[in-house]
């Protein structure tokens, strides 16, 4: 409960003063960050302490390179607060998606009577890509809990194979257009790129990219399922059809809200999407009046995931004072450096970036920890490369990690679920991530 008001107070500061721009409030806001970071380091798991020191030894040792004095360390922690903000208010969204029984009416997907794993596969891969952009990680174990039941007389070594591919592809090809997507959203900011000009492409390489995957998935086809393993025959009738559409019409609705908060307030892209996250979820509880039902599950929901955010606290915070201290050190030109050598040959620059985001992924670093690395990185190239090609690969090959990455939570996840190492799983999808993060690379080598 102490970290949860910590937390939230953090939250709250931080929110307040994007309006206020107090330096004083920056301090509270860094104290607070601070006193965060102490207090969830004990109840980290193992990987995040670990990546969470290495980043805070470093840090520290840059702070001591610029001999600051310590009473100006606080300003050094807010700068990956923004995410940490966007984590804190996610469930209210995820929670409408339960209370309106909208996962319900796309999961009558998967319950249909299917004469072959081929059927199975565009339909698991269709409902984790409608799911994914409310749900998030939640997608995962639902989807994967009905898939297991349609599977049951299939050998367990296809199945999981089945199951890990269509889940993770179709929900990773749901992100690369979500605002809600985390990746998408410090892009954007990164880059300084219009998400209403992003949209479109990103939108067509998902389109694109989920037809290639549901050829794939025709490979399965010679599995036929046993009536009796799909026994459940749900009809799709018209009230299934239109919670469908309603949510779609609902996300739709939320990218424009999302995007005139960023006009009408002048907050980056990541910020507005956490500014708008729970009035629009409060407004789209009273209009399929199920507000109280809303109130009392999103609350609990809430206070249970904003409660357990240990690890991302430690991580982005750690992550946060490192790129604040090596900002104002000589040797941010070492990390420039590489791009710049390649700054005329985007080809070589876009694939480097792939390359950096699995290669970092296979030993631990999470993908918002790279690119808000890479982000520093490549800042002196923006005026040069179109903003927008550098913001599709940074955004594809940052969800690349999505299906690839083993310590990435959705594969760790994955690979718990169906009992199997999370490198077996990214040995699974690697080939698929792969082409992801590729095709991304020559939409944006189109836009140049």
Request: proline share 4%; with cysteine; net charge positive.
């Amino acid at each position: 409960m102490i970290l949860l008001a910590v937390y939230s107070m953090m939250v709250f500061s931080y929110t307040v003063n994007l309006f206020l721009d107090s330096v004083m409030l920056d301090e509270v806001t860094g104290i607070l960050a601070l006193f965060s970071l102490i207090l969830s380091f004990p109840k980290a798991s193992g990987l995040y302490k670990i990546t969470g020191t290495v980043f805070m030894v470093i840090g520290f040792s840059l702070y001591l390179y610029l001999q600051k004095p310590l009473l100006e360390l606080p300003h050094y922690m807010n700068s990956t607060v923004v995410l940490l903000v966007i984590f804190y208010v996610l469930p209210f969204i995820n929670s409408i998606i339960i209370v309106g029984r909208y996962d319900k009416s796309v999961n009558k997907l998967l319950k249909r009577r299917v004469g072959h794993l081929g059927q199975l596969y565009y339909r698991s891969s269709l409902a984790s890509f409608l799911l994914g952009s409310f749900l998030n990680i939640a997608t995962i174990p639902l989807v994967e809990s009905v898939l297991r039941r349609n599977l049951q007389k299939v050998e367990d070594h296809v199945r999981d194979l089945f199951i890990s591919r269509a889940m993770l592809r179709g929900y990773a090809l749901c992100l690369a257009w979500s605002p809600m997507e985390i990746l998408v959203a410090i892009s954007v900011d990164i880059t300084h790129s219009d998400y209403v000009h992003l949209l479109p492409w990103l939108f067509l390489f998902s389109t694109i990219l989920l037809f290639v995957d549901w050829l794939i998935g025709l490979r399965y086809r010679k599995f036929r399922v046993e009536q009796s393993a799909a026994a459940e025959d749900v009809p799709l009738d018209a009230r299934t059809a239109k919670k469908v559409a309603v949510l779609l019409l609902y996300l739709s609705v939320f990218i424009a809200a999302v995007i005139l908060a960023k006009r009408w307030l002048g907050v980056n892209f990541l910020m507005s999407v956490a500014l708008v996250i729970l009035p629009y979820s409060i407004i789209w509880a009273l209009l399929i009046k199920r507000a109280k039902s809303y109130a009392s599950y999103s609350l609990r929901e809430w206070r249970r995931r904003a409660g357990s955010q240990q690890n991302y606290i430690v991580l982005f915070l750690a992550a946060g004072f490192l790129i604040s201290t090596l900002k104002e050190t000589p040797f941010l030109d070492y990390l420039q450096q590489p791009f710049a050598s390649v700054q005329h040959m985007p080809f070589y620059m876009f694939v480097m970036i792939q390359i950096i985001f699995l290669g970092l992924a296979m030993i631990g670093f999470h993908p918002l920890v790279t690119i808000s690395i890479l982000g520093e990185a490549i800042q002196p190239l923006l005026g040069q490369v179109n903003p927008l090609s550098f913001a599709i690969v940074l955004i594809t090959s940052g969800l690349s990690t999505v299906m690839a990455g083993p310590y990435n939570i959705t594969v760790s996840l994955t690979g718990s679920l169906l009992n199997q190492n999370p490198y077996r799983i990214t040995f699974w999808n690697i080939g698929f991530a792969f082409l992801y993060s590729s095709v991304g690379t020559i939409i944006a080598l189109l836009l140049l």
